[in-house]
């Protein structure tokens, strides 16, 4: 790979520039972003070697598209009218299935592989970028008999060498689970912060009461709106399920404490316990 | 000091005594907890340097009851009339009206501190205890004007050795706010996690996409149930007090991506973005 273009030179594009810039010293990473003071942060910060735009297109043998994906939506049909027979285009949204949708008869479909690495921090922008992002962190590949074999080759071989595992799903699947392994939590934290700053008037009281418990849970809600409102835009009848049923689990143990079951509240928090097994799972 | 005693040697007792052992080198730290294995298991870790029993409550100048929340309601007027006149002892649990109110009329009331050190970690038991767990960290004290000047001083002198910021409040106001940042907050994790286990029957699936926002958002819920159904049962006024509110913001940001107004869920979340600036203020 000679010529890479990330598109949205934000926390996740700029983050797999400077990985692969550090594995391929001899490829040139093109910038194009809305925002120019996005684009001059990323040259001045040496994620990106060149800005560059959607006429040079034509020269890139991979793109990756990090944009919000409502976005996606409009620029990767865009991106691939321009691309050439031999380059791959892979995009990182957090929703698959508009996505695979939208592109599902263009001429180029087979130079689109539709991913999602699930990597991130609460940051974004080129300044949130970091090296090793994508370490042991597993990225889901949605449609994968879709892309030409050659092209997928190129893109796996990409992500092992960033040290990512992958896993295949379609794009229902991806959306409807990560509705609740993710989406929900992004919700559940932003709604605890606004209960608290809704209720906490005097905010040194916050300040100093908020031991690491609340720090954990909340820290979601330093998320971009820009990028979340679209992915709950896209993904609205899976996250609108899981919010269902997340406000019916937290009516049933606040039932629980007003008839005083606290035998109840106990098995509540026990199986949930359980979760631990589980995380261990993920290291 | 010479002769310090704890009760309970688990995360928070247990991180005390790691802590005050090392400034306070020749006292000797005294064990006593209902559960053999935990004695035990602080002996070998090092954690205390003596199993001991309530008879010998009388040879202590300072004790710490870090235990349970209900079963401090029982040990504290015991510990109270077995110490010494010039003992102090504080408790570090997380509600503080029941606390204070069930010793309000003891003839010791003025060796007790009603203390509440923010700090800890999801973990629990002697093994979960760790040095300077407190540094940093800040501790409210309830009704200082009920204990002894000079006890006070001793008290104080030792939270600042250990890193500690002081806060006072009273029990009321204290039980109000924690229901918030803390509380409310660890019932949130618990009825997430229970609402993704529900819903990922294959656990594989909540491995490989949890990145690191869940496992954030639900570290919560691998809490100690034995610590937490107390907790819940003395704050519950206030703590279903919050649950209503964090129902009610739920379903409102529900209705509103039912109602497709994606530009008040933006709204949402931007306003709640202020969450970071007032978590800057913890560091």
């Avoid at 689970?177 to 912060?193: N, Q, R, T």
């Avoid at 908020?210 to 849970?217: C, H, K, L, N, V």
């Avoid at 019916?248 to 359980?274: Q, R």
Wanted: hydrophobic share 40%; charged share 30%; with cysteine.
């Amino acid at each position: 790979m000679k010529n890479i273009c990330i598109v949205g030179v934000g926390l996740i594009g700029g983050s797999f520039a400077l990985d692969i810039k550090q594995q391929h010293t001899s490829c040139t990473i093109y910038g194009i972003d809305k925002n120019k003071a996005h684009l001059d942060d990323a040259m001045s910060l040496g994620i990106i070697d060149k800005k560059s735009n959607f006429e040079e297109l034509d020269k890139a043998d991979l793109v990756i598209i990090a944009i919000p994906v409502d976005a996606t939506l409009e620029v990767l049909p865009k991106v691939l009218d321009k691309i050439s027979d031999e380059a791959i285009v892979f995009d990182v949204g957090s929703t698959k299935e508009d996505i695979c949708l939208k592109v599902q008869s263009h001429p180029k479909r087979r130079n689109f592989l539709a991913a999602h690495p699930i990597a991130g921090t609460e940051y974004s922008g080129p300044k949130a970028a970091i090296r090793g992002l994508y370490k042991n962190k597993t990225n889901i590949i949605c449609e994968v008999e879709e892309t030409a074999f050659k092209l997928q080759e190129k893109a796996l071989k990409l992500f092992s060498d960033l040290g990512m595992r992958i896993r295949y799903m379609n794009p229902k699947a991806h959306d409807k689970h990560i509705a609740y392994v993710s989406h929900l939590s992004h919700i559940s934290s932003f709604m605890l912060g606004k209960t608290v700053i809704d209720k906490e008037k005097n905010e040194r009281d916050i300040f100093d009461m908020a031991g690491s418990g609340f720090e954990s849970t909340v820290r979601l809600a330093k998320s971009s709106p820009a990028m979340w409102t679209p992915i709950f835009k896209q993904n609205k009848t899976n996250v609108i399920e899981t919010l269902d049923e997340y406000i019916t689990n937290l009516k049933h143990f606040k039932e629980l404490m007003e008839n005083g079951d606290f035998e109840a509240v106990y098995k509540e928090m026990e199986t949930t316990n359980h979760i631990k097994d589980i995380l261990n799972g993920i290291k």
